[in-house]
Nanobody
């Protein structure tokens, strides 16, 4: 019953920016921690960032710290991932996932959506 939709991906040059959006289909995200994941070609999916249900705590992979920012809007309609200073290694399909806590988000999760493609290339 929990369906998330990712959007905002695209093709950008190194050093560019994108803002990804994760939204629930027909429901708000008030009660959920939301995590962003990415999967590069030929590689396993990896966690990128997570925000707690309250928005009070955020977590980032070391590879994106200082460059990516995860946030919630005030109405809890969507969770965003602002990506700045993008690098070619950031290329991949980005997915979001929901769970009660960031510690478990994406674990044993089998409701992955289509994701949104991010390509960083010159």
């Amino acid at each position: 019953q929990l369906q998330l939709v990712e959007s905002g991906g695209g093709l950008v040059q190194p050093g560019g920016s994108l803002r990804l959006s994760c939204a629930g289909s027909g429901f708000t995200l008030d009660y959920y921690a939301i995590g962003w994941f990415r999967q590069a070609p030929g590689k396993e999916r990896e966690g990128v960032a997570c925000i707690s249900s309250s928005g009070g705590s955020t977590y980032y992979a070391d590879s994106v710290k200082g460059r990516f920012t995860i946030s919630r809007d005030n109405a809890e309609i969507a969770v965003y991932l602002q990506m700045d200073s993008l690098k070619p290694e950031d290329t991949g399909v980005y997915y979001c996932a929901a769970d009660w806590e960031c510690s478990s988000v994406g674990v044993k999760y089998d409701n992955w959506g289509q994701g949104t493609q991010v390509t960083v290339s010159s």
